[in-house]
């Protein structure tokens, strides 16, 4: 059975990233009823900052782990897990002041595990999350895309590549803040991708 996770990373519960990742989200399901659908909304969950005491229970043996690392490390292997299962990661990712969100970067720190979701060899880092299709829905208040002042694209490609995910593509609905018309070809272009994509 096909297992898709839905990570929304916006901080609105009806944001517009989020709207563009529930309707691949529903494509999906149209396509694969008898899968599987795992969301993670940190609009609804929030994802707290990564510790150095958290970070330092990755690392410690079960035993040795404080209450409080053991805790943070079942939070990250929740996450870990979830994303592990998935055949399909379908990503909401708004801009936030020429960024990611501050609550997806935490939620890479929480999934970026040695020795779990990605290793290092003589060849170099090897990511184990591997045979995944990501899909990214981008939601912009200006233009960015095809531009250097995209921040986003290649540094979320570069850290799901690390983890193993090569299979990754982009949605995008700029232009959000330019006025409701250029606001509207956006979204009804950025719908017609999604549709596309989703087939
Ligand atoms: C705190 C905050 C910061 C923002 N910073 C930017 C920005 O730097 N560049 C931009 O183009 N739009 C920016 N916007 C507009 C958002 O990218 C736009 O509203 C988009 O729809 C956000 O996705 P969401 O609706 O899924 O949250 C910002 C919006 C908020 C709330």
């Known amino acids: 059975m096909t297992t898709l996770l839905e990570i929304k990373s ?9 709207r563009l990742a529930d309707r691949y989200v529903e494509r999906w ?23 150095a005491e958290a970070f ?14 053991a ?3 079942a939070f990250s292997d929740t996450l870990v897990d979830e994303l592990a299962r998935a055949d399909v990661v379908a990503l909401g990712l708004p801009m936030y002041n020429f960024g990611i969100p501050s609550s997806l970067k935490a939620y890479f720190d929480h999934v970026a595990r040695s020795g779990i979701t990605f290793r290092y060899t003589a060849e170099g880092p090897e990511g184990l999350l591997t045979g ?51 606001r509207d070809q956006a979204l009804t272009a950025a719908n017609a991708a999604l549709d596309e994509l989703a087939v």
Do not use: C, W
């Open 29 to 51: 399901r149209e396509a694969n009823p008898d899968g599987t659908v795992i969301v993670r909304d940190f609009a609804r969950d929030p994802i707290p900052h990564l510790t």
């Open 10 to 18: 916006s901080l609105f519960t009806d944001g517009q990233s989020s």
């Open 132 to 182: 995944k299709q990501v899909r990214i829905f981008a939601a912009r208040g200006g233009l960015y895309s095809g531009t250097p002042r995209d921040t986003q694209t290649a540094y979320v490609r570069n850290f799901l590549g690390f983890l193993g995910m090569q299979d990754v593509a982009f949605v995008y609905a700029e232009g959000l803040a330019m006025g409701d018309e250029p």
């Open 56 to 69: 330092a229970g990755f690392a410690a043996e079960a035993a040795a782990r404080t209450p409080e690392q």
């Open 71 to 73: 805790a943070a490390v």
